[in-house]
């Protein structure tokens, strides 16, 4: 997903509402369905980004999806028919959830390996992470088999690798010069 400017500013813009009526934790949950939503559904997907489909058309579809949404989440829905916007609502979702975070000082750490990690390895990268970083880690695993072994950390905009393949790598360079 793609970042826009508006995306931000609206995101921006439900957070600061959100803060206010104290519910920014309800509206990110509303915000995390979303996406997820978004993310498995095709349909969904190429849905709000229809140019065929009509305003009115999307925002009933969608309020009746999210009908269990906060207000200030359908309140959302009303602004984006007004302004034709629809097609950014994931990426709008996605932006909430990142300043959702920020705002908590909170952050995902993402843990790639060969294969699933246990929850003894979980609980030992977790603490290894506490040890140079003061934010609230959630940590998602990936498994990708190319890496052989080992594994990828990446915090933001920090990445520590680990893989075996990374290593292999490193020597065929250092034999080729």
Not at 1 to 24: F, G, H, V
Not at 57 to 82: C, D, H, P, W, Y
Not at 96 to 124: C, Q, R, S
Request: aromatic fraction near 8%; charged fraction near 25%.
């Amino acid at each position: 997903m793609a970042t826009s400017r508006a995306a931000i500013r609206y995101a921006k813009a439900i957070l600061d509402i959100a803060q206010a009526n104290n519910t920014t934790a309800q509206v990110n949950n509303d915000m995390l369905q979303i996406v997820a939503a978004v993310k498995e559904s095709k349909e969904l997907k190429d849905f709000l980004k229809s140019p065929v489909v009509k305003g009115p058309t999307k925002f009933a579809a969608i309020s009746e999806v999210f009908a269990s949404a906060q207000g200030e989440t359908k309140e959302l829905f009303r602004l984006l028919q007004e302004n034709s916007r629809f097609e950014i609502l994931a990426t709008i979702a996605s932006q909430y959830n990142t300043l959702f975070d920020e705002l908590n000082n909170m952050e995902t750490a993402v843990v790639t390996t060969a294969f699933p990690i246990t929850k003894d390895l979980e609980e030992k990268v977790l603490a290894k992470i506490a040890s140079f970083s003061n934010k609230k880690i959630t940590l998602k695993n990936i498994v990708d088999p190319s890496i052989i072994g080992g594994f990828v950390l990446r915090i933001g905009d920090k990445q520590y690798n680990a893989s075996v393949v990374n290593s292999l790598q490193q020597l065929k360079r250092e034999f080729s010069n």
